[in-house]
């Protein structure tokens, strides 16, 4: 892409930048609640291209006048200085204009949401469960790295520890843009703890990454809603609250059926259910749309495809290698631990590749 196309395209970010400016300042927008949460959500994303934008100009600006000055100057040293100066910032230009191509991509609106995060035991009785388990402390001690809050709305154990099913509503900016990496089949291949013959098993479970829908992106209707309370029960299914402050809710027309015993307070745990409810309704006409993205991919990096097997989690030599983007790393414990950082960015970087290739941009 040449200089001249992409000052084209930025010039064109910044007319949107300065309409879109001007939109969030109208009474009768902000009166909009779904307008005008669209319409900021728009704003803080093109800021950083209009940065960008002002950064290219200035070095565009340097290079002319490092390139007047050699063909004008007569002094050797300081035409030299010139050419230093010139090879500086011209390869300064290239490092711009590759970040630029990035923030030129079109984002995906639901990456700036929180996400619900769910993880479930696959194939493998009870050594699945233990790493449905692994896979909570896991991503836990991730979000903790990111500053996001994580809240469990339901969970069931396993019989022998770890959990049949976990369920967390993550809150922060840009959890989902993040965690959707993960969406998919995760298998570990090691000795059970169940062994009594030291063979290895493999063993899975999948983790689902939902956005998390605002309250005015999807309209639930009372009628459609089925509501039952219980008891919430703790470690072994006693009951840790005599009140029937658990909540069970069943969306009729879909048969969606969510639950939510975290909260001491039924009002809490209603709160916390319909939240998810509304998430995993906004979530199918979502997984419409990626599903028409992910059919047009090779690497089906982020497409949300819940049975695609992504990684594999290889204890008995300390191997982690995710299958989308053939990445094998020998650090299990420390990724085991939290330390994701560098999967989800190669798995980023993957995606934004393809990404530029389709665009023509690269």
């Given at each position: 892409m040449g200089e001249n196309m992409i000052l084209s395209r930025l010039e064109g970010v910044m007319a949107r930048f300065e309409e879109v400016g001007q939109f969030i300042t109208d009474p009768a927008i902000i009166s909009d609640m779904k307008r005008y949460v669209k319409l900021t959500r728009e704003y803080k994303q093109l800021e950083p291209v209009?940065?960008?934008?002002?950064?290219?100009?200035?070095?565009?600006?340097?290079?002319?006048?490092?390139?007047?000055?050699?063909?004008?100057?007569?002094?050797?040293?300081?035409?030299?200085?010139?050419?230093e100066e010139l090879d500086l910032y011209q390869k300064q230009l290239g490092s711009l204009e590759e970040d630029i191509k990035l923030l030129l991509l079109p984002k995906d609106p639901e990456d700036e949401k929180s996400?619900?995060?769910?993880?479930?035991?696959?194939?493998?009785?009870?050594?699945a469960s233990i790493f449905a388990g692994d896979l909570y402390r896991m991503y836990s001690k991730y979000f903790e790295t990111k500053g996001w809050k994580a809240s469990t709305t339901s969970f069931t154990e396993g019989t022998v520890g770890g959990y049949k099913e976990i369920i967390m509503n993550v809150t922060g900016d840009g959890v989902y843009g993040i965690m959707k990496y993960e969406s998919g089949v995760h298998r570990v291949q090691r000795v059970p703890q169940t062994e009594t013959q030291g063979?290895?098993?493999t063993s899975a479970a999948t983790v689902?990454?939902?956005?998390?829908?605002?309250?005015?992106e999807v309209e639930v209707k009372q009628a459609d809603i089925r509501k039952d309370t219980y008891c919430s029960s703790g470690p072994g299914g006693q009951s840790v609250?005599?009140?029937?402050?658990a909540i069970r809710l069943t969306h009729i027309p879909t048969g969606i059926v969510v639950t939510c015993q975290?909260?001491?307070?039924?009002?809490?745990?209603?709160?916390?259910?319909?939240?998810?409810?509304?998430?995993?309704?906004?979530?199918?006409?979502y997984q419409k749309r990626m599903d028409a993205i992910s059919s047009k991919r090779k690497t089906m990096v982020s497409s949300g495809d819940r049975s695609a097997k992504i990684r594999t989690y290889n204890y008995p030599q300390g191997r982690v290698t995710d299958h989308r983007?053939?990445?094998?790393?020998?650090?299990?414990?420390?990724?085991?631990?939290?330390?994701?950082?560098?999967?989800?960015?190669?798995?980023?970087?993957?995606?934004?590749a393809e990404r530029l290739k389709e665009s023509g941009m690269q």
């Open positions: 209009v940065e960008a934008m002002n950064a290219y100009r200035d070095l565009l600006s340097n290079i002319d006048s490092a390139k007047e000055m050699l063909s004008e100057e007569k002094d050797e040293e300081l035409k030299e200085m010139a050419r996400a619900i995060v769910e993880i479930r035991a696959g194939t493998g009785g009870d050594e063979r290895v098993h689902a990454v939902l956005p998390e829908a605002e309250d005015f609250n005599t009140t029937y402050s975290d909260e001491k307070s039924q009002f809490k745990n209603l709160d916390k259910a319909m939240k998810e409810l509304r998430s995993r309704l906004y979530n199918l006409e983007i053939n990445l094998t790393l020998y650090n299990l414990q420390s990724i085991i631990n939290g330390d994701l950082q560098e999967v989800i960015e190669k798995l980023r970087m993957a995606e934004n």
